[in-house]
C-alpha cells in the first residue's frame, strides 16, 4: 500500500521556469491537499480539493494552480517560479469525513535560484 | 486573527524525563485538534486528536493531549521520553468542516542521553 505519493523528491529551477509536482495517492480518498512548510512558520495550505473536479485556494495560493481530473492525482503547477516559492511540498489526502486524519507524502524538496 | 501558537521553538529533555510541549489556538468556537510528529525527511504523523468529548485524549507512542476550554490549550505530553521521540511536533487546528488545517510553527525536541 503505496498511500501518497510525491514525485520529484528534490528539484532546482531557475527564475521564471515552470514544473508540475506530481501527487497521487491509492487511498480512494475524496479531500486532497497541498501544503508548503517554511522554517519557522510551519505548514501552510496552497489549495485542496474535495473531490473530482472541485478546487478551492487556501492560505497561500498566488503563484499556484491546481486541478483534480481523478480521484487518485492532483498535480501542483508553478507557472513561473520565484525564489519566493523555495520551500518543501507536500502533499495530503484523508477520507471525507471532516475530521478524519491527513495522510501526507514524504515531500518535494524545491530550490528556485 | 485566528492562530496557532506553539510558543517553544526548541525543547531539550533528557531521556526518560517527562515531556510538555504547548500549544494554544484562538477561535471562537471549539475546533477540531490535532498533533502532529514529523521525522526528518519524512511527512508528517498523526499521534493524536480531539474533537469533543473526554477532554483528555491519548494517541500513539504513549503520547497524550489534554484539551482545556478555558485556555484554549491543547499541550501534548509524555511522561518517559525515549531517545527517539526526538522530531518535531506540529499543533493544528481544523476549520471550515476539516477543510482547512492551521498548523503552529513547530516544536522541535531534542532528547539527551
Known amino acids: 500500500n503505496a498511500g501518497v505519493t510525491q514525485t520529484p523528491k528534490f528539484q532546482v529551477l531557475k527564475t521564471g521556469q515552470s514544473m508540475t509536482l506530481q501527487c497521487a495517492q491509492d487511498?480512494?480518498?475524496?479531500?486532497m491537499s497541498w501544503y508548503r512548510q517554511d522554517p519557522g512558520m510551519g505548514l501552510r495550505l496552497i489549495h485542496y480539493s474535495v473531490g473530482a473536479g472541485i478546487t478551492d485556494q487556501g492560505e497561500v495560493p498566488n503563484g499556484y494552480n491546481v486541478s483534480r481530473s481523478t480521484t487518485e492525482d492532483f498535480p501542483l503547477r508553478l507557472l513561473s517560479a520565484a525564489p519566493s516559492q523555495t520551500s518543501v511540498y507536500f502533499c495530503?489526502?484523508?477520507?471525507?469525513?471532516?475530521?478524519?486524519?491527513?495522510?501526507f507524502g514524504n515531500g518535494t524538496r524545491l530550490t528556485v535560484t | 486573527a485566528q492562530s496557532v501558537t506553539q510558543p517553544d521553538i526548541h525543547i531539550t529533555v533528557s531521556e526518560g524525563a517527562s515531556l510538555e510541549l504547548r500549544c494554544n489556538y484562538s477561535y471562537g468556537a471549539t475546533p477540531y485538534l490535532f498533533w502532529y510528529v514529523q521525522s526528518p525527511g519524512q511527512g508528517l504523523q498523526l499521534l493524536l486528536k480531539?474533537?469533543?468529548?473526554?477532554?483528555l485524549v491519548q494517541g500513539i507512542k504513549g503520547f497524550e493531549a489534554e484539551f482545556k476550554r478555558s485556555q484554549s490549550s491543547f499541550n501534548l505530553r509524555k511522561p518517559s521520553v525515549h531517545w527517539s521521540d526526538a522530531a518535531e511536533y506540529f499543533c493544528a487546528v481544523a476549520l471550515e468542516y476539516g477543510n482547512k488545517l492551521v498548523f503552529g510553527a513547530g516544536t522541535i525536541l531534542r532528547v539527551k542521553s
Open positions: 495530503a489526502s484523508r477520507t471525507d469525513r471532516g475530521g478524519s486524519p491527513l495522510h
Open positions: 480531539y474533537f469533543s468529548g473526554d477532554t
Open positions: 487511498m480512494n480518498h475524496e479531500y
